[in-house]
T-cell receptor, first 115, second 109 residues
Framework: DGGITQSPKYLFRKEGQNVTLSCEQNLNHDAMYWYRQDPGQGLRLIYYSQIVNDFQKGDIAEGYSVSREKKESFPLTVTSAQKNPTAFYLC??????????????FGPGTRLTVL | KNEVEQSPQNLTAQEGEFITINCSYSVGISALHWLQQHPGGGIVSLFMLSSGKKKHGRLIATINIQEKHSSLHITASHPRDSAVYICAVLTDSWGKLQFGAGTQVVVTP
C-alpha cells in the first residue's frame, strides 16, 4: 500500500539527548514536510523539502535539523537545543504541481515525550 | 494573532444534526484545505478548494475568496464524525500551510 510511515509512534527521551524521528513515503512525492502540534494550537511548520538534498526552514526550525538524502525519506532530529521538545510530530508529503502543490498526505505521527 | 481562525472551538451535536464549522483567514491564499484528525492523531485531508463548493458524501465545503471565509458542513451527523476538524490555508507555491487551531466535534448517539 502507498502511504507515509512514521516511527516510532511513541518516543521517550531524557532531557539533553538528541533524538531522530523517521518519516518514509512510497508515494513518489517530491515535497515533504515536518509539523509540530501542541495542545490547543494549530500545526506549525518545522522544515520542508522540495527536492533531494535541499530543504528550507519553516516557522519554528530552531533546535531541529533535517536531511533529504533520498526522495522517500525525510528524518527529523530534535536536538538538545530545542527548549520544549515534548509534542506530537507529523510528517507530510505532496506532489509538486506547476506553481503550486497538491493535497498533503500525513503520516500517523510520533508523540515525543522528554523526561 | 493567528492568521487562520476557526469557530467554534468545540461543538457537540446529536446524531442526525447538521453541523457547520467556520474558518476565516486574513492572508492571501491559493487554496484552502479541510483536514480531519481522529483521536489517534492521524490526519486525513478532506478537501482542497480554491473557489466555490465541493461535496463528498455527507461533507460539504464552501469558500468565499472575497470574504476570506470557508465553511465545512456535515449533514446527518454520525458518532463516527467525532474528530478534530482543521482548516489550513496555502499561502505560497512551496506548499507552506498555515493552520487553524481546530474544532473538536463530538457527535452523541
Amino acid at each position: 500500500d502507498g502511504g507515509i510511515t512514521q516511527s516510532p509512534k511513541y518516543l521517550f527521551r531524557k532531557e539533553g539527548q538528541n533524538v531522530t524521528l523517521s518519516c518514509e513515503q512510497n508515494l513518489n512525492h517530491d515535497a515533504m514536510y515536518w509539523y509540530r502540534q501542541d495542545p490547543g494550537q494549530g500545526l506549525r511548520l518545522i522544515y520542508y523539502s522540495q527536492i533531494v538534498n535541499d530543504f528550507q526552514k519553516g516557522d519554528i526550525a530552531e533546535g531541529y535539523s533535517v536531511s533529504r538524502e533520498k526522495k522517500e525519506s525525510f528524518p527529523l532530529t530534535v536536538t538538545s537545543a530545542q527548549k520544549n521538545p515534548t509534542a506530537f510530530y507529523l510528517c507530510a508529503s505532496s506532489i509538486l504541481l506547476a506553481g503550486s502543490t497538491d493535497t498533503q498526505y500525513f503520516g500517523p505521527g510520533t508523540r515525543l515525550t522528554v523526561l | 494573532k493567528n492568521e487562520v481562525e476557526q469557530s467554534p472551538q468545540n461543538l457537540t451535536a446529536q446524531e442526525g444534526e447538521f453541523i457547520t464549522i467556520n474558518c476565516s483567514y486574513s492572508v492571501g491564499i491559493s487554496a484552502l484545505h479541510w483536514l480531519q484528525q481522529h483521536p489517534g492523531g492521524g490526519i486525513v485531508s478532506l478537501f482542497m478548494l480554491s473557489s466555490g463548493k465541493k461535496k463528498h458524501g455527507r461533507l460539504i465545503a464552501t469558500i468565499n475568496i472575497q470574504e476570506k471565509h470557508s465553511s465545512l458542513h456535515i449533514t446527518a451527523s454520525h458518532p463516527r464524525d467525532s474528530a478534530v476538524y482543521i482548516c489550513a490555508v496555502l499561502t505560497d507555491s512551496w506548499g507552506k500551510l498555515q493552520f487553524g487551531a481546530g474544532t473538536q466535534v463530538v457527535v452523541t448517539p
